[in-house]
C-alpha cells in the first residue's frame, strides 16, 4: 500500500444530508435541499482540501457534475486527528436524487503530496414523500 492510499483511508468524509422546502420556480417545482459534511482527518499529518468534484443525479436520471476549488470558499488545513465541518446545499427538479464526489487533497508530509478522498453516494430525499 502507498502513502497516498493510506492517508486517504484515514480522511473520512460523512454527509448528513436534510430536505429543506419545495419552491415554484418558472411554474415548476424546486425541491431544495442541504447537506452538512465532516471531514475527519484520522491520520498523523496536517491535510489540506485544494478541490471538489461532485456527481448529481436527479430523480429523473439527469446528471450534472460541479468541481472548482475549496468548499464554501476555503481551502480548509485539517490538522491531524481533528475534523472540518461545513453546511453546502442542492437542488434538484425532482423531490429525490443522489450525490457522490471526491475532493483532491494535499499533504507536505508524503512523497507524492496530492491524493484523493472519495465521498460516498448520499441520497436527497423529501421524506415526507418516500413511503
Known amino acids: 500500500m502507498s502513502d497516498n492510499q493510506s492517508i486517504s483511508e484515514l480522511v473520512i468524509v460523512d454527509v448528513k444530508p436534510y430536505y429543506i422546502e419545495e419552491r ?12 452538512q459534511v465532516t471531514i475527519r482527518n484520522n491520520s498523523q499529518y496536517p491535510v489540506q482540501l485544494l478541490n471538489r468534484h461532485w456527481y448529481i443525479t436527479d430523480g429523473d436520471g439527469n446528471q450534472s457534475e460541479v468541481k472548482g476549488e475549496g468548499v464554501i470558499g476555503l481551502q480548509p488545513v485539517i490538522e491531524p486527528m481533528s475534523e472540518f465541518q461545513y453546511s453546502s446545499g442542492s437542488n434538484f427538479r425532482t423531490p429525490i436524487g443522489t450525490m457522490h464526489g471526491q475532493y483532491e487533497m494535499h499533504c507536505d508530509s508524503l512523497m507524492n503530496p ?3 478522498v472519495d465521498i460516498s453516494p448520499f441520497l436527497l430525499a ?4 418516500i413511503h
Open 114 to 116: 496530492l491524493f484523493q
Open 24 to 35: 415554484i420556480v418558472d411554474k415548476a417545482p424546486l425541491f431544495v435541499f442541504g447537506y
Open 126 to 129: 423529501n421524506n415526507t414523500l
